[in-house]
C-alpha cells in the first residue's frame, strides 16, 4: 500500500514530535504527587485523538488517576476495532543511570531514549497516527474506540469497575492492543497468550518460640524442614506438578501451534548464558520456549525463618514462611487454582506444625486461538509489511487486564507488540528504535484494511 | 556422715557470703569492659582455695581471660580429682526485666537471685566449700586440683591450648563438674553424655541474577525449589537421616542405660504444652528423652532467600541459603561428619544449581560410661544424701571443652550437676535453691570418701 508508506514519510518528523509532547509529561502512575501530569497526558490524548479524526473524546475521572477515551463511529452496522493502551509510566530510578533526561525525549542513532519512549507511549501513539491516517486519507473502513488508562503500572485496579460502567460505550469485535514486544527487528511476532498468576504464603509454625536445637532437636519438628518438605513434594521427578487436580482445566496447545511456536529462534547456548546457569531446567516433554509459554509453573519467590545473621546461631525456630507462584496458562482459573493449592496444603499439613495458608493477589490467564479472523487479519498485516507470517508467541508473564477485557465484556484482544527486548522498559534508559515506530503505523494501517475482509468487506 | 553435715550446718551463714562476695564481682566475659572483673574474679578465687587449704594457687593469663588454678597434693600416689567450673557471667540485658540488682544477691523465698547464682558461680563454689570442709576436717583422701576459667560463656577458646601448654600440671584421675543441671529438687541425676554439634551453611545459587518468574518460570531451575528438596530428602519416612555413612560411628547406647534413661520423669502432656505443639516428632524406635539424649538429629537452624517483604513480588531468585545444623552422639567425630555431609551435598547438587557448602564451627560429643568408677562413685554420693540412685540422663546440649578435656589430657569428666531448669540461667532473674547449694556441698563432699573406694581406699 503505497499510499500508506507515503502518508507516513510525509509526516514522519510530525509524528515524532507530536509523540515527544506526550513523553514529555511525566505521567509517573505510582508517585502520587504525579496526579497532575495524568490529567495533562489525558487530555494530550483527548486532543490527539480529536486531531486525528475522532467523533468526540472525553476524559473520565475513576477513583484513581484518569482515562481518556475517544471514538470515531462510521456505521454502527460496521465492525469496531478498540485501541487499548496506557499513557502511564515507571518511575525512573536510579535517574543517575541515565544517560539523558528521561522525559526529554531524544534521537540518537536512529533510536527515540527516553521514559515511556516504548512502553506504553511510543507503541500506544502508533495508534493514534494510523487512526489519522486512515482519516486524512479517507480510508478508514470500519468504527474505531481508543480506550488509554492511566494506572497500568500500578494493576490497572479502577479499569476493571470503568469497564463494568461502560459496556455498551466500549462495545467492540476486537481489542488491538501494542504492549508487548516483538522477537526481533526483522522477525514479527504476535503474543497468542499471556499465562495467568496465582500467589501465596504459606507459613509453618513448630514450636511457639525458638526453642534450644541442643535440647529439642530431633524431638520436636523442624518447622523449616517441614516446609521444605512440603514443598519438594510438589514437584515429581519429571518437574510434573504433582497436586490433584492442577491440570485439570489446561488445555493444551495444538500441534499447529506448537510448531508455528518452534519456528521462534531460540538458542540455548545464549540463553544459558545470558543467565549464567549451565543447565536448563522444566518439565519433561517440553521445551524451553514451551515451558514458559504454553505450561505452568511453581516457583518459589521467597523463603525466610529462622536465624539468618552472620556465623552459627543454633536454634530451632518456631517458623518459616514461604512466597510461592505460580503461572497458568489459558482455561485455568486462577481463582479456583488459587483455593486448590490452599487446600491441598492445609490438606497434606502433618499434626506436629500448625499451617497458615494465605492467598494473595492473581490475574487469569489469556489465550488467542491463532485461526480468530482478527489473528489472522493482524497476520497478513505482518506480512504485507514486514514480507514474513508473524511467529505466534506466548508471554510467561501475565497482563490481567486483558483477560479482564475478556472476562467483562466479551472481547478478545490482539497483542500486536512491536517493542524489542533491548528497550530496556522499566529501566533506565528506555528506548524505541524509530524503525519499529514507523513499521509499527503502517502496520496497524495495515490491519484495518485486512480486518474488515474477514467481514467479506473489502477496501 | 554426720560431721560433713555438721560442718555445713556450723558455716552455712559464711558460705553464702563468701559466694555473694564473688557474685558482686561482676565478671561479664562477652563484655570487652569487664576485663578488670575477670582478674578480680581470678584474685577471689585464688585466695578461695588458699583460705580453703590449697597448697599454692594461681592467677595465669591467657590470651584472653585469665585462669585461676589450685591444687593440693597430698601425695602423688593417691588418685587426683580435678575440680573444673567458670567464674565468667552471661550478659544481664534486658536489666529492667530483673527484680533485683543482677550483681547485687538477695535470698528471698530461700533461693539466691542473681547472675551466677547457678551458672557456674554457685555450682563451682559448691566444690571450693567441700574441699575446705574435707580440708579443716582432716578427711581429705585424695589429691585436688581447681581449673576456674573465665570463658567458658564465650566459647572456652584459650583453654583448649591452655590444657596443651600445662598438661602435667592438669594431670587428674577424673574432671569433676557442676555446670550442668538435675532433674528436679528431689531427682538426682548424672549427666553421662553431651551431644557434640557441626554445622553447615548451604548455599544455591541458579541464574546470576533475580529473574522475572513469567518469563523464566518453568524453564530455569529455582534455587529455593532446588535447595528444600536436597534438605527434604535428608530424612526418610522414619525421620532417619540418609546421608550414606552418617550413622556409621554411632555406639548404640546400652539396653541397661536406656532403661535407666527411661526412668526419667517425663510428662509428654507437659511437654507439649509447654512449646504449644499439637504432636512431638523424631526418630522412629526412639522415645522423646532417647531422640535428644542418645540419636543425632538434623535440623534446619534458617533458611532465606528471594522477595522476604510484604505482599506478592513476582520473582524467580537467583540464590537460597540454610544454616544446617546436626547434633551427634559420641563417637561421632564433628569433623568427619562436617565433611561426610559437605560432600554428601556437593555430590547431590544438580547440574542446573551452583552449590556452595562452607563448614561452620563444630565440637564433639562427651559420652560417660556409667559403669565407670567415678562415675559409681557419683552415683553412691547422690545415695548416700538425697536417698535416690540418680538416674543417668543426657544433654542434647553440647558443651565442647568437655570433650576437648578428653582428648587433650585424655581424662573423662563427671557431670554432677545441681541446678534446676527453672534456675533461669543465661536469662534475667537468675536463681539457685539455698536447698540445692548445701546438699550440693554434701554430695560432693560424699563424692570425694567413695571416689577413694573404687581405688581400694578406705577413709
Known sequence: MEYIKNYIDENKERFLEELFGLIRIPS????AEHKPDMYRAAEYWEKTMLDAGADKAEVFDTEGNPIAYGEKIIDPKLPTVLVYGHMDVMPVD??????????????KNDIIWARGADDDKGQSFMHAKAFELLN??????????????????????????????HKDMLKADIFLVSDTSMIAQDTPSITAGLRGLAYWELEVTGPDKDLHSGIFGGAVAN?????????????????????????????????????????????????????????????????????TWIRPSFDLCGIWGGYTGEGSKTVLPSKATAKISCRLVPNQD??????????????????????????????????????????????????????KTPIPVRSGGSIPIISGFEHI???????????LSSDAIHSPNENYPLYNFYKGIETIANFYLE?????????
Open 334 to 387: 486462577n481463582k479456583k487454582i488459587s483455593k486448590l493449592v490452599k487446600e491441598y496444603f492445609e490438606h497434606i499439613a502433618p499434626d506436629y506444625v500448625k499451617v497458615k495458608v494465605t492467598e494473595m493477589h492473581g490475574g487469569q490467564a489469556y489465550g488467542c486461538p491463532i485461526d480468530l479472523p482478527a489473528y489472522k487479519a493482524a497476520e497478513r498485516a505482518f506480512e504485507n509489511v514486514y514480507g
Open 409 to 419: 465484556l466479551g472481547v478478545k484482544s490482539i497483542l500486536m507488540g512491536f517493542g
Open 223 to 291: 518447622p523449616i524442614n517441614v516446609l521444605c518438605k512440603m514443598i519438594a513434594d510438589v514437584l515429581d521427578e519429571n518437574n510434573h506438578i504433582t497436586i490433584p487436580g492442577f491440570y485439570n482445566d489446561v488445555i493444551e496447545a495444538s500441534d499447529i501451534e506448537r510448531k508455528m511456536m518452534g519456528k521462534a529462534p531460540y538458542n540455548e547456548e545464549k540463553y544459558k548464558e545470558a543467565i549464567d546457569v549451565k543447565e536448563l531446567w522444566g518439565e519433561k516433554g517440553y521445551t524451553t520456549n514451551e515451558r
Open 451 to 459: 480486518f474488515v475482509k474477514e467481514y467479506g468487506l473489502n477496501v
Open 94 to 107: 536510579p535517574v543517575e543511570l541515565w544517560h539523558t533526561d528521561p522525559f526529554e525525549p531524544v534521537v
Open 136 to 165: 486524512k486519507t479517507n480510508t478508514l473502513p470500519c468504527n474505531v474506540k481508543f480506550l488509554i488508562e492511566g494506572e497500568e503500572e500500578i494493576g490497572s485496579s479502577n479499569l476493571y469497575k470503568f469497564c463494568e460502567d
Open 28 to 31: 509517573i502512575s505510582s508517585i
